[in-house]
């Protein structure tokens, strides 16, 4: 064991027996007993520790198993309202032309076709009239002519045309006899009198994509069932013979769960299709009667566990043995300590210990004498820069840092001055010990007395000078040249490129090149270097005798332009280039890991703040929606309206906060879609202003609107660009002071981009915060000092809809002074319509 352990600065601190002898059988007696409730208490701290983590990763894997579930039923529903809006819209106009002068069949196909396009798992969208029978366009020759008067669904719009849109099924597709979802709508005749339903078919296989993207674990599944728990489909699906009777079974906790909390929950069980062990979270589909249930296997997120456990019962059993060697060792460890303590005292050699602001916290007798110093005078009161020359003090200034960063330094030279003046040379390599947070706790030293070896290096480097380009050696190759053939080498070129003595009196260099334009290329940089009159110095891949390849790094001079020879001197670098390989290596895994830190800081910032502002409305929602429920403001009281109004205003609040974070999802996934089409970009510049007057007028906000001449019309996605427009616009008049004004100026960029500019003169932004204005999930206010609202995505979302676009957005700001941001888009949206296609 080290000399500075410190449980052997321990066992030193024991009483000693008269004349220095070795501690007595009690004392020895107490020392087993205190390892052997060490041992004890190892055991049970690792076990509480197992027992935590285990919990620990369960909890972890409940939270993201509901996570999961959330995210996967907000899919499904937006799919069914997408749905259920193109089936209300075939509804709409089918009854428009009842209501008029008829059905006109030639028309009917395209607009269940246009309807049923916008939604890819819709099969088919029926329309029928009030006895079931289908009602055909032209050509008839599609139309299946089907009769539904005897499906529930038909039977109960029939007598309850009021109800909603929503979905039926499962029912077997008379078709195909696939298994199918059916969303329904009734119609009406203008004078209310019911006029048929318009039905969208969606088979289940074609759902499959919302329960095929979660990366569960090798055992995970996702499943949709019915409100009386009949499985759709399952991920991954069930096989085998029983594979129809394992999906009817649904285990006795899940229904527990359901009656208990029937819109969303967490369970733990055995699921009963494939008996495997899981956490499982469900949630019911808004006001569609189906569950989204996610699961995920014990077996596969407490694997980490297990090994955990592995690896602890052998550090258990690994300490347990180290503690009965160290038993055995306690009495020679006690003598041997205070005999290592007086080698460390009086070695040859320095020793100190210094804290992280340099100061001695310790230091052996050698280098007190060498400082000619006391121990009191020194510990905690000097450093060792009070020792240094001027220079040294440089020298060990820039150095510490690297101590602090490396944890090491090596080989640093410096004169120490003592007390009387007198100068030594000290070779000092010093270790940093640091906490388990990564700081200095502090650094051991070792300082050798090279006085003597640097009066001779000094000599060696004179006499070097002296012999110059002869000097031989086994470490840099030497060699004379004349004419590009080798006249003489040292002992390193045999070394370096495995050739024999022998072999190389008049071989030519090309014989030491990977490649004939390498030998050019070197031999002309080596001349122009000579006529300048300079030293040739170059790294480069060479070839040894068995052809692999070697890194050299040369130095080449001119001997006198007498003798036409030169001198090279070829250093074998291969080490240090695979070397420095390795650190850039390990540089970019370090630079991939703080990427992955700051994204999880920002994943936490985002939820932080989505809880903040989701809270917000919902609590309006809730506090009004409680006051009307309770009866005590009356319908014809002046306060109903009101609360009526701040309920729907809080409302579309948080619609607006879920659809950017929906949106921001899309784009980033590419799956945003653009519907160009030609605009009035005055008029659109007006529109944005008009949604904004109340947010200006609260703040007393004056936004102006300027379009310059050809820029009045322009292809582009209206709903984007004012979506786009509104945040920019929104964050222009919320960091406006209060008075102030806004500028949005449309201009022309070049014949294929227009750009629109938002100025406003509010708070600004500082141009070291410029840099992460864009960075999803990023405020430049948060926590404590968080001074406005949001999620942290609107302009990150702005950027990403522009780029998808093919445009881009620019900023200026002064701070204190405002803000200036031009968004740039292309005048022709053209080909860029549909989906859009982000690149990183």
């Given at each position: 064991?080290?000399?500075?352990?410190?449980?052997?600065?321990?066992l030193?601190?024991?009483?000693?027996?008269?004349?220095g002898?070795?501690?007595?059988?009690r004392?020895?007696?107490?020392?087993?007993?205190?390892?052997?409730?060490?041992?004890?208490?190892?055991?049970?701290?690792?076990?509480?520790?197992?027992?935590?983590?285990?919990?620990s990763?369960?909890?972890d894997?409940?939270?993201?198993?509901?996570?999961?579930?959330?995210?996967?039923?907000?899919?499904?529903?937006?799919?069914?309202?997408?749905?259920?809006?193109?089936?209300?819209?075939?509804?709409?106009?089918?009854?428009?032309?009842?209501?008029?002068?008829?059905?006109?069949?030639w028309?009917?196909?395209?607009?269940?076709?246009?309807?049923?396009?916008?939604v890819?798992?819709?099969?088919?969208?029926?329309?029928?009239?009030?006895?079931?029978?289908?009602l055909?366009?032209?050509?008839?020759?599609?139309?299946?002519r089907?009769?539904?008067?005897?499906?529930?669904?038909?039977?109960?719009?029939?007598?309850?045309?009021?109800?909603?849109i929503?979905?039926?099924?499962?029912?077997?597709?008379?078709?195909?006899?696939?298994?199918?979802?059916?969303?329904?709508r009734?119609m009406?005749?203008?004078?209310?009198?019911?006029?048929?339903?318009?039905?969208?078919?969606?088979?289940v296989?074609?759902?499959?994509?919302?329960?095929?993207?979660?990366?569960?674990?090798?055992?995970?599944?996702?499943?949709?069932?019915?409100?009386?728990?009949?499985?759709?489909?399952?991920?991954?699906?069930?096989?085998?013979?029983?594979?129809?009777?394992?999906?009817?079974?649904?285990?006795?906790?899940?229904?527990?769960?359901?009656?208990?909390?029937?819109?969303?929950?967490?369970?733990?069980?055995?699921?009963?299709?494939?008996?495997?062990?899981?956490?499982?979270?469900?949630?019911?589909?808004?006001?569609?009667?189906?569950?989204?249930?996610?699961?995920?296997?014990?077996?596969?997120?407490?694997?980490?566990?297990?090994?955990?456990?592995?690896?602890?019962?052998g550090?258990?059993?690994?300490?347990?043995?180290?503690?009965?060697?160290?038993?055995?060792?306690?009495?020679?460890?006690?003598?041997?300590?205070?005999?290592?303590?007086?080698?460390?005292?009086?070695?040859?050699?320095?020793y100190?210990?210094?804290?992280?602001?340099?100061?001695?916290?310790?230091?052996?007798?050698?280098?007190?004498?060498?400082?000619?110093c006391?121990?009191?005078?020194?510990?905690?009161?000097?450093?060792?820069?009070?020792?240094?020359t001027?220079?040294?003090?440089?020298?060990?200034?820039?150095?510490?840092?690297?101590?602090?960063?490396?944890?090491?330094?090596?080989?640093?030279?410096?004169?120490?001055?003592?007390?009387?003046?007198?100068?030594?040379?000290?070779?000092?390599?010093?270790?940093?010990?640091?906490?388990?947070?990564?700081g200095?706790?502090?650094?051991?030293?070792?300082?050798?007395?090279?006085?003597?070896?640097?009066?001779?290096?000094?000599?060696?480097?004179a006499?070097?000078?002296?012999?110059?380009?002869?000097?031989?050696?086994?470490?840099?190759?030497?060699?004379?040249?004349?004419?590009?053939?080798?006249?003489?080498?040292?002992?390193a070129?045999?070394?370096?490129?495995?050739?024999?003595?022998?072999?190389?009196?008049?071989?030519?260099?090309?014989?030491?090149?990977?490649?004939?334009?390498?030998?050019?290329?070197?031999?002309?940089e080596?001349?122009?270097?000579?006529?300048?009159?300079?030293?040739?110095?170059?790294?480069?891949?060479?070839?040894?005798?068995?052809?692999?390849?070697?890194?050299?790094?040369?130095?080449?001079?001119?001997?006198?332009?007498?003798?036409?020879?030169?001198?090279?001197?070829?250093?074998?670098?291969?080490?240090?280039?695979?070397?420095?390989?390795?650190?850039?290596r390990?540089?970019?895994?370090?630079?991939?890991?703080?990427?992955?830190?700051?994204?999880?800081?920002?994943?936490?910032?985002?939820?932080?703040?989505?809880?903040?502002?989701?809270?917000?409305?919902?609590?309006?929602?809730?506090?009004?929606?409680?006051?009307?429920?309770?009866?005590?403001?009356?319908?014809?009281?002046?306060?109903?309206?009101?609360?009526?109004?701040?309920?729907?205003?809080?409302?579309?609040?948080?619609?607006?906060?879920?659809?950017?974070?929906?949106?921001?999802?899309?784009?980033?996934?590419?799956?945003?879609?653009?519907?160009?089409?030609?605009?009035?970009?005055?008029?659109?510049?007006?529109?944005?202003?008009?949604?904004?007057?109340?947010?200006?007028?609260?703040?007393?906000?004056?936004?102006?609107?300027?379009?310059?001449?050809?820029?009045e019309?322009?292809?582009?996605?209206?709903?984007?660009?004012?979506?786009?427009?509104?945040?920019?616009v929104?964050?222009?008049?919320?960091?406006?002071?209060?008075?102030?004004?806004?500028?949005?100026?449309?201009?022309?960029?070049?014949?294929?981009?227009?750009?629109?500019?938002?100025?406003?003169?509010?708070i600004?932004?500082?141009?070291?915060?410029?840099?992460?204005?864009?960075?999803?999930?990023?405020?430049?206010?948060?926590?404590?000092?968080?001074t406005?609202?949001?999620?942290?995505i609107?302009?990150?979302l702005?950027?990403?809809?522009?780029?998808a676009?093919g445009?881009?957005?620019?900023?200026?700001?002064?701070?204190?002074?405002?803000?200036?941001?031009?968004?740039?888009?292309p005048?022709?949206?053209?080909?860029?319509?549909?989906?859009?296609?982000?690149v990183?």
């Amino acid at each position: 064991m080290a000399p500075d352990s410190p449980l052997i600065d321990t066992l030193a601190e024991l009483p000693m027996g008269a004349g220095g002898h070795a501690p007595t059988e009690r004392t020895r007696r107490q020392v087993l007993f205190g390892l052997l409730l060490l041992n004890l208490l190892m055991a049970a701290v690792c076990a509480a520790l197992l027992l935590s983590s285990r919990r620990s990763e369960i909890a972890d894997a409940k939270a993201q198993t509901l996570n999961d579930v959330r995210l996967t039923e907000q899919v499904a529903s937006a799919l069914f309202d997408k749905a259920a809006i193109a089936l209300g819209a075939v509804g709409v106009q089918v009854e428009r032309q009842l209501g008029g002068s008829g059905l006109d069949a030639w028309i009917l196909w395209s607009i269940v076709d246009a309807q049923a396009a916008q939604v890819p798992e819709i099969q088919r969208i029926g329309v029928f009239d009030a006895r079931g029978a289908q009602l055909c366009g032209v050509p008839a020759e599609r139309c299946q002519r089907l009769d539904i008067a005897d499906r529930d669904y038909f039977q109960r719009l029939r007598d309850h045309p009021d109800d909603p849109i929503k979905l039926y099924g499962p029912y077997d597709i008379r078709t195909d006899g696939r298994p199918a979802l059916v969303l329904a709508r009734s119609m009406r005749m203008p004078d209310g009198r019911f006029a048929g339903v318009v039905i969208a078919v969606m088979p289940v296989e074609r759902l499959r994509a919302l329960v095929s993207t979660l990366r569960l674990g090798s055992s995970g599944s996702v499943s949709l069932r019915t409100a009386d728990l009949a499985l759709l489909l399952r991920q991954p699906e069930l096989t085998g013979p029983d594979a129809a009777a394992a999906g009817r079974k649904v285990s006795d906790q899940l229904r527990a769960a359901i009656a208990a909390e029937p819109g969303e929950g967490v369970y733990r069980a055995v699921t009963a299709s494939d008996g495997v062990d899981r956490v499982a979270a469900y949630r019911r589909l808004g006001k569609h009667a189906l569950y989204v249930i996610v699961g995920r296997a014990t077996g596969d997120f407490l694997t980490g566990w297990r090994l955990q456990v592995a690896w602890t019962t052998g550090f258990l059993l690994i300490f347990a043995v180290v503690s009965w060697q160290l038993a055995r060792a306690t009495s020679s460890n006690l003598r041997e300590h205070a005999q290592a303590l007086r080698l460390y005292d009086e070695a040859p050699c320095g020793y100190h210990t210094l804290d992280p602001s340099g100061t001695y916290l310790s230091i052996n007798a050698t280098e007190l004498a060498w400082l000619g110093c006391s121990r009191e005078e020194v510990v905690g009161k000097l450093k060792p820069t009070d020792f240094f020359t001027d220079e040294g003090r440089a020298t060990f200034a820039a150095n510490f840092p690297k101590l602090e960063r490396t944890g090491q330094i090596e080989g640093l030279d410096l004169d120490l001055v003592s007390r009387d003046g007198s100068v030594r040379r000290v070779l000092v390599n010093a270790t940093a010990v640091k906490a388990s947070k990564g700081g200095l706790l502090h650094s051991n030293s070792v300082m050798y007395d090279i006085t003597e070896l640097h009066a001779a290096r000094t000599q060696l480097r004179a006499l070097a000078l002296q012999q110059g380009v002869m000097l031989d050696n086994d470490l840099i190759g030497i060699v004379r040249l004349k004419n590009r053939r080798i006249l003489w080498k040292n002992q390193a070129m045999d070394r370096i490129f495995g050739y024999a003595n022998g072999d190389w009196n008049g071989m030519p260099s090309r014989d030491l090149y990977l490649d004939d334009e390498s030998h050019r290329r070197a031999g002309a940089e080596l001349l122009a270097a000579l006529e300048q009159g300079q030293v040739y110095r170059c790294q480069l891949p060479m070839r040894r005798k068995d052809g692999s390849p070697v890194w050299i790094d040369a130095s080449g001079a001119s001997l006198g332009p007498d003798t036409g020879e030169v001198m090279m001197l070829l250093a074998d670098i291969t080490a240090l280039k695979a070397a420095e390989a390795e650190r850039l290596r390990a540089a970019s895994l370090e630079a991939q890991n703080f990427q992955l830190r700051e994204t999880n800081r920002l994943k936490s910032e985002l939820v932080a703040n989505m809880s903040h502002e989701l809270r917000t409305p919902l609590n309006a929602i809730l506090g009004f929606g409680q006051m009307l429920e309770s009866g005590s403001v009356k319908p014809d009281s002046p306060k109903f309206a009101g609360y009526i109004s701040r309920i729907v205003s809080s409302g579309k609040h948080l619609l607006s906060l879920i659809d950017q974070v929906l949106d921001y999802a899309k784009v980033e996934s590419g799956k945003m879609n653009f519907d160009p089409e030609p605009i009035s970009v005055p008029h659109t510049l007006h529109e944005v202003v008009e949604m904004l007057q109340a947010d200006s007028a609260s703040r007393q906000v004056a936004v102006r609107v300027d379009v310059d001449d050809g820029v009045e019309s322009v292809i582009t996605d209206p709903l984007r660009l004012k979506q786009m427009l509104l945040a920019l616009v929104g964050n222009a008049i919320k960091f406006s002071h209060e008075g102030g004004s806004v500028d949005l100026r449309a201009s022309v960029v070049d014949d294929a981009f227009w750009q629109v500019d938002i100025a406003d003169r509010g708070i600004g932004i500082e141009e070291a915060n410029i840099a992460r204005l864009f960075s999803p999930f990023v405020q430049l206010s948060s926590g404590s000092t968080k001074t406005h609202g949001g999620t942290g995505i609107g302009l990150s979302l702005v950027r990403l809809i522009a780029q998808a676009q093919g445009g881009r957005i620019e900023v200026r700001s002064q701070f204190g002074a405002g803000s200036t941001f031009s968004l740039i888009l292309p005048r022709d949206l053209g080909e860029r319509g549909g989906q859009s296609a982000l690149v990183d």
